[in-house]
């Protein structure tokens, strides 16, 4: 089986991230794309990251806190990195209670358009301050009551990856 190869020009890039965002979205020199999760089972993994006494460490970590990862690989999701006791058992839907998938990207999509042809794992810390200060576990935790999504906004140019939170 081969695997796609990550885009190895901003051109490259531009027509993977084309792909995931819709066929018909043309990209300005600035590429953009939101993922949308369901904000309650957000909420519950970031609490079950916060509340673990132990927390995996992921690729160039070295100190073990409390962390969401969003991870591409087969389908698009955020993952606690808090390892608890607790078997590793599936939902109502089906779904690992550890981890939440993408609006339109679970288990058996291939996002191999989201930012590469091969997986992607990128840190969201819970503990340290977001671009306004607020801690990510606190927005979180004090999203409006009509707040339904968790929004990952992602920014690529030239320069690199960047990526904004919010609820909605």
Known sequence: MTHPTAPTTPEDFGALLREVCGANH????????????????????????IAARKHALGPGETDARPRLWWIKGNGTFLMSNGIDNTPHTRDADGQWHHI??????????????????????ETLDLTQPLDDGQLLIDMLREAPDHATRFLLHIT?????????MTTK
């Open 100 to 121: 939440v998938y993408a609006d339109k990207w679970g288990p058996d999509t291939d996002p191999s358009t989201v930012l590469g042809g091969d997986d992607l794992h």
């Open 26 to 49: 043309q990209p300005p020199a600035q590429h953009d794309c939101t993922l949308a999760f369901p904000l309650h089972k957000v909420r519950s993994i970031a609490e079950l990251a």
């Open 156 to 164: 690529h140019d030239d320069d690199g990856m960047l990526l904004s």
